[in-house]
């Protein structure tokens, strides 16, 4: 009987476990929650909603005050854009969120120092995973910043990582690397 109780406790752990950790960077967003997002992005408008609780998970670094990134799943991108436009008395429109919904990819925003930056070749992102190392499809400049960094996005394909594992993020410039650590599992 104990040996019983003792596999259902196991059972019982790991299934919770599952459950709570399939809220973790989403692939497919329900309506509900596409809903709740938006209204968490208007609720910290503007620069405020990095330094919300959920966006804070999704940043490395010192981002946004200093060098350092943010991983920009759907849900993230959704309370971002929603933040932003609420500044402005704006909703997103049927239009932006389904392209949020359609899209196959997610961005990785990072920090560097302007002169280490003068074209986006500039900069390589790259995401590693235990022995796997997942390259971008695409590396841009992002919105141009006030202070000395310059923002740069990197787009990365969902099905080439791990949602639920430890990633590592290298930042490669001309004159320096940098590695950083996040678990893609507590990212929305």
């Given at each position: ?41 208007k ?7 990095f ?22 799943s759907?849900?993230?991108k959704?309370?971002v ?9 704006k ?8 392209e949020?919904?359609?899209?196959t ?6 920090t ?8 986006p ?43 639920k594992?430890?990633t ?21």
């Amino acid at each position: 009987m104990r040996f019983i109780k003792w596999h259902l406790g196991i059972v019982g752990v790991a299934f919770f476990g599952i459950v709570a950790m399939s809220e973790a960077f989403e692939i497919k967003l329900k309506q509900e929650k596409i809903a709740e997002v938006a209204e968490y992005g208007k609720k910290y408008k503007g620069k405020e909603i990095f330094y919300s609780p959920i966006l804070k998970s999704a940043c490395f670094g010192k981002y946004p005050d200093g060098e350092g990134g943010l991983i920009m799943s759907k849900y993230i991108k959704i309370a971002v854009i929603s933040a932003m436009m609420a500044l402005n008395d704006k909703t997103l429109t049927k239009d932006d969120i389904k392209e949020i919904e359609e899209s196959t990819s997610f961005d990785v925003v990072v920090t560097v120092p302007e002169d280490y930056a003068e074209a986006p070749e500039d900069v390589q992102i790259m995401l590693k995973q235990e022995t796997n190392n997942i390259l971008p499809l695409k590396t841009v400049f992002g919105m141009k910043r006030k202070d000395k960094l310059r923002s740069v996005v990197s787009t990365f394909q969902y099905e080439k990582v791990n949602p639920k594992a430890s990633t590592a993020i290298i930042v490669r410039t001309r004159k320096v690397q940098k590695k950083y650590t996040i678990d893609f599992s507590y990212v929305k």
